[in-house]
């Protein structure tokens, strides 16, 4: 089909082939972009298995009676969680839309009318938001259509509704930051908001061990008992539920509102975007002339060491996108902190457990970016100056933070119960050094903004990044188990399988370590 | 140091993309001389100074830094240049002063030399008033002269320059070359390569002229001239170039 150029169609169409080339990305021996066979292999397999596997769920699932409060209840958790998720990634896409892709000069100089610039950039967001719930859901729906159980299809329209409901909440939030912040702190804050609401469900869900049994026993049922009232599932909260359940007024409503938020936003709000457009292409990053936080004074004469860990140390400081990422993975820590200093009956495997996997996770975020996404790699090599002693500066500037957030904690502990104490900060030291001497030796080069995605530059550094945190995770959560006199051959066993493992990950990795730097 | 050893020697220099990118170059700059490279796009020029700084390991042939051997001692002859790529090597997220102290600290410049020498370059580039700015912020030229402050913090013997002035406007080009005669007159030696002729003219001693990786001619403006009955530089480099 010829669609004519510069139409709202045709701008489509030309989002989605970029859209498809980036998420299946991959290049012929010829140098055409064209989709990668083992991204488009994936797919597929994943595809299969879930259709496989949902066929199986949906058989189990006919005899369900569709008004059970407590089905209700279960979706309407179920589109919360998605919900929350859809409204994280639905922002981030929005700040790629307005402040990171490279067309806007292109964009904003055609004569395209600024309505479809964003009405087709509103859509992609839409359709990448959509995607990844459609790929997990969509194969239910397909299922209860070939055993002719047919509400399974009020997926599509719920998670296409929900979609497009939080991708224009989040257009609007990111144009009122522009509006209220300008287009340069806009940029900041939204990366912070998004992180956030991806990460508050991830800390709701450990509010039931920071909370004590009466009070989850209270919660759950003031919940039941609301629900289970009389006309209590017609309340009008209830509509997305009813809609996902496939009954047909719901979708009929949920859809309408969609279409009505979708036109509200284009129509109401395409002025402010095109303004938006030009603020955002306009900005540079920082404020020219604005003098900044300056969290380690200039001081020449340091050693070679302490010269490049404080230069890492201020270019992790002064990048946000970089900073809220990293710090998002603070937040995780935080219940367990609450633990360690809270709670009576201290949970010592889930904090040795729990502190092992994060401060892996992190040390090999910080690492990553210190070691592979150096800015300047040539000035480096160009210097005279001894590269094994920058590496290891580096290594250093990633390593001692993590240490430095959870010493507080961990002494605290150490206090309170030595032993667990001991262990914990005996996993928390091994998971840190394998974390950093996994990117150390297996690290490929990066670029700074491509944070979010370097696991995809680097197969081997991943899997022994994920290797190491699961070791440590589990020594940590057997070894705390010990201090509680819980051992049996069998806890022993495996610990010893974990600890060998541990071992041999930086091991692997600096035997890989020529091949794959 | 022997006053009389070459700034830069370059025997039988040999690197292979595949194809020779530098196929056997012989080269030799003075101390104190100020020395340009020119050629076509893709005749080796950038491939020839990645090698001299080491950035590069040579296929075959020996490159020696003011008597240093880059390939047996690379730190100590890195110690004695200084490399300006055409891309700045900047840290976005420093201020001007933050990346001097880096870069001072990278080549081991005391404290006391390398702050007034710091202050001295950023006065010198009008960058002071900039100096509480990420450099991210900056605009091409500012981002060249900030490169090029790093290049001169730890005061090399040998400044080597891959087209520092593209890019630049009347004002900060005037500054930079201003720089660079001020470091050849203070003794220090200059190689750059450039794409804008009048440049090598107006400063270079001497001029080489590099093609498919092979040194074709080399000599003061009056040699060159002499040797291709040529007017301007610009009409010897056509006539060298179209040369079989």
Known sequence: ?517 | MDDQLPALRLVGLRKHFGRPAVDGLDLLVRRGEFYALLGPNGAGKTTTLRLVTGLLAPDAGTIEVLGVDMTAAPAAAKAKLAYLPDEPMLYGKLKPFEYLEFVAGLWGVAAQDAEPRARELLDWLDLTQHANELTEGFSRGMKQKLALAGALIHDPELLILDEPLTGLDAAAARQVKDLLLAHVAKGGTVILTTHILEVAERLAHRIGIIRQGRLIAEGTLVQLRERTQGGSLEDMFLHLMAAP
């Open chain 1, 1 to 517: 089909m010829r669609l004519a150029p510069g139409s709202v169609g045709w701008l489509l169409r030309h989002e989605l082939r970029l859209a498809w080339f980036n998420a299946a990305g991959g290049k012929a021996a010829d140098g055409r972009r064209r989709p990668g066979n083992m991204a488009l292999g994936l797919a597929a397999a994943g595809c299969i298995v879930m259709h496989v596997a949902s066929w199986f769920v949906v058989r189990q699932l006919a005899g369900m009676p569709g008004d059970d409060p407590r089905i209700l209840l279960a979706v309407s958790a179920l589109l919360i969680v998605a919900a929350t998720f859809m409204l994280s990634s639905a922002i981030k896409a929005c700040v790629v839309v307005m402040f990171e892709r490279s067309d806007l000069d292109l964009l904003l100089s055609s004569p395209l009318p600024s309505r479809s610039i964003f009405t087709v950039r509103l859509l992609g967001v839409c359709a990448g938001t959509a995607a990844l719930y459609l790929f997990f859901l969509a194969p239910f729906a397909h299922a209860g259509l070939l055993q002719g159980q047919f509400r399974w299809l009020g997926i599509y329209p719920g998670v296409i509704a929900l979609a497009v409901l939080c991708s224009c909440g989040a257009m609007l939030l990111t144009l009122g930051l522009v509006r209220m912040l300008g287009a340069r702190r806009t940029r900041v804050v939204a990366q912070i908001v998004g992180a956030l609401a991806g990460a508050l469900l991830v800390i709701a869900s450990q509010l039931h061990a920071l909370t004590s049994r009466q009070t989850q026993e209270r919660i759950r049922d003031t919940v039941l008992g609301l629900v289970q009232r009389e006309g209590a599932a017609d309340n009008p909260l209830w509509l997305p539920a009813w809609a996902m359940l496939g009954e047909p007024l719901p979708v009929l409503l949920l859809g309408a509102l969609t279409c009505a938020m979708f036109m509200l936003t284009t129509w109401r709000t395409h002025r402010f975007f095109a303004r938006g457009l030009q603020l955002a292409a306009s900005s540079p990053s920082t404020a020219a002339g604005k003098p900044l936080a300056m969290p380690l004074r200039p001081r020449f004469g340091r050693s070679l060491f302490g010269t490049v860990v404080v230069k890492e140390w201020r270019l992790i400081v002064r990048d946000p996108q970089l900073l809220s990422q990293v710090m998002l993975q603070i937040l995780f820590l935080l219940p367990l902190f609450f633990l360690i200093f809270k709670r009576a009956d201290v949970q010592v495997q889930a904090i040795g457990a729990g502190l092992a996997l994060l401060c892996s996770s992190l040390t090999g975020a910080l690492a990553w970016i210190a070691l592979s996404a150096e800015d300047a790699p040539d000035l480096l090599l160009a210097s005279p100056a001894s590269q094994r002693t920058v590496r290891r500066a580096k290594l250093a500037a990633a390593m001692l933070p993590v240490l430095g957030v959870v010493a507080i904690p961990l002494l605290w502990l150490a206090v309170r119960m030595p032993a667990a104490g001991l262990v914990a900060c005996l996993v928390v030291c091994g998971a840190v050094s394998g974390a950093g001497l996994v990117v150390f030796w297996c690290g490929r080069p990066g670029v700074r903004t491509n944070f979010k995605g370097r696991g995809k530059g680097g197969f081997v550094m991943n899997v022994l990044e994920l290797g190491n945190s699961l070791a440590w995770g589990a020594l940590g959560w057997l070894l705390s188990a010990a201090t509680l006199g819980q051992l049996d051959t069998m806890r022993i066993v495996v610990a010893a399988g974990a600890a060998s493992f541990a071992i041999a990950v930086p091991g692997i990795a600096w035997m890989l370590r020529s091949r794959s730097m």
